[in-house]
């Protein structure tokens, strides 16, 4: 992979996902998950990271309902542990600061560390990252950033605190997705989707094509199908390499069930790297 | 029900369903749905009104969560469908309008619509009636909100264009919430919640305890269990009465294979009422 796209300013989760993964490559940063891939079908980039899951906000629809929109390949996953951290400008004290700038869901999962200190007013920003850059850009020293270390180390500025998030459990899943399919004889992990006829028991019978072959389900998730009112899309993800043989007759026999399936990528598990 | 809770300002959606539900009750309008749930558990409201799926948007997860944290009731349930309408302060005309004003769900069900009209600058606000109810409170000549027809009632303002959203199968379901139990004897549809231990293949065997009985499954949502990483809850509609034999046989089958199983409710379902 030549170049990367990732949500978020540069010192983004995004952007440390795809580093831990690839190593150095080249990044680009994009406002939103239309334009990282956009940045992708476009071919200003080969592939982009894409965050599928964190382990307390839950899926991160827009991406699901995207991955279905493009035709691009799943080649690899990763977990990110998320910690938070104060941050503000070099010199500023804890004691001069009296907002605190982040994403909502950064300042939702720090919400004991904003209820202890209650003088500090939270402001809603569209990135963590973005939020260390704005406090450099405009020189705001009445003011902190929720974000990563490396969104300090990024922009030049100090932490005042580390590892201020609720709860430690938080961890945030990503999808290395690339424009071009790619042979993956280390692949054990593989994502689909699918829909069925809208019929009593369809969900249960589609389940049992892996339930019958003794392959573990990680994930299954759904998403409304536009234009049919409460008819959905399932997403899952299973343990197996799609070329494997029972995998394959898996597939074959959910075949029968559905309307409509795609296999969306097979690819090493985070677990097994 | 004396006093009903809904998130919004008046002339919301939410306000719509509880009206179109229960009637002329009183109502209490929230900024927050952890403030519309906070006004139920302190007793100011008997009850409220929660959106719980858009079927464009996908679920409420937010409610999914919240449901879980209270021990409320479902005692009912409503499919609202959505019309997005442009409006604007009386004698203002379309020629004059600069910007819209509506909640990023609203604006982005009327993509087509802000396409045609590439002149006009999106603004993301937290409400749609709200946005209305900014127009008015702020004299705003030169900008139109995003709102129901009865947003538009409410703050004495005028429709420029309606039916301005791109998918016409819009609709949300509702949820009635009480803090107090209620003999439901029509009640046809039952929701529940539940977690299992994380072994391959429990939830095929958890959905086979419907599947063997003929019950129905409506919806299955997977909410993270906090504090277990890519652990879930899940949430299951099905059509039945909880008194039902057949539904009672399923829920303790059901039971011996979950580590927790909560009813949230058994309620007469939306299409048979």
Redo the contacts between chains.
Sequence with gaps: MRKIAFQGESGAFSEEAALKLLGSVELLPCVSFDSMFEAVKSGECDGCIAPI??????SV?ANYDLLLQHDFYIIGEIFLRIVHNLIALPGVSFEQVRKVYSHPVALAQCRKFCREFRHLEQVSEYDTAGSVKMLRDQGLRDGAAIASIRAATVYGASVLRTEIED?K?N?T?FLLLSRDAKPQPSANKTSIVFSTRNE??M???C??A??LR???????????L?????EYFFYVDFIGNVEDPNCKNALRHLEEMTTFLRILGSYPSAETR
């Design positions: 899951e964190n382990s307390l906000a839950g629809h709860n459990e961890y899943r009593p028991g969900l249960f019978r389940l049992a892996f339930a003794d392959i573990d389900l990680t994930k299954l998730e759904s998403r409304p536009h234009g049919k009112p409460w």
